[in-house]
């Protein structure tokens, strides 16, 4: 079953008199399965917001249809599946951590019994346990971020969305988030990732799709659109010498083509990132 169903998707916004109609996405159609990492890539301007807000519900389509879990996205209980974290978050100042987590899990829905240790889970899930009880006008931005990312697990989401989810934050910070949205795919869980962050991209995630002025222009696995170049690599580690040439020599005899020199890698996603968009040239469908 895909999580999310978007099927020949358009949106386009009427400025008034003020100038000429946009359209930010035009014939999108695309599904995500239930259970992947799934990024969401374009250049500013590709219609990456626009979608995003169609899947959350906070904005109809001009025309096709967008599922959640088979059901509309504008209908209440897609919300319940899903959980949000927007890109540079702005909450309550004056609550504390832990306030702030209690107040989006009521919110959503989530049942008084076991709420409370529902939402210690999830700010211990998120390293800001230390920190839960200060307010949340004191944290800096990459707290804010983390705080933001347990108010959007708290309800226990099938879906996840994240904008940016790692703005702001040092690398230690972003790779203990890394390591959040990677236990949420081992529980199952579905995570959608629009980031600017390829390398990240890149290591998290199952599949990518990549708008281009509001047209889907790719859409596949990460080892379609970035296979490793020339060939599959062995990386062996911690052999002692005198094991080596035995080593060698058994792999020989079995056709591998043995090199010395730098392990071969994987052609990056911004060479895909960058290439796409230089390539694509604007049409009756692109972005006024």
Sequence with gaps: ???????GV??????????????????VTLGIPEGEIVGLLGP????????????LGLLAPTAGTCRVFGMSSRCAEARRALGFLPEAPEFYPF??????????????????EGREERIQAAIAEVGMGGAAGRRVGTYSRGMKQRIGLAQALVTNPRL???????????PEGAEAVCDVIRRIRARGGTVLISSHQLYQIEDLCDRVAFLSRGRLALWGTVGELVPRRPGDALLVESLPDACRPELRLWLEDRGARLSEGPIPTRGRLERVFTTMARCVQPDEGAIR
Aim: no cysteine.
């Design 1 to 7: 079953m895909n999580a999310i169903e978007i099927e």
């Design 10 to 27: 358009s949106k386009s916004f009427d400025p008034g008199p003020s100038g000429p109609t946009v359209l930010a996405l035009k014939d």
């Design 44 to 55: 500013n301007g590709s219609g990456k917001t626009t979608l995003l807000k169609i899947i």
């Design 95 to 112: 609550l504390t951590g832990v306030e702030l987590v209690r107040f989006f899990a009521k919110l959503g829905g989530l049942p008084g």
């Design 160 to 170: 996840l969305v994240l904008d940016e989810p790692t703005a702001n934050m040092d």
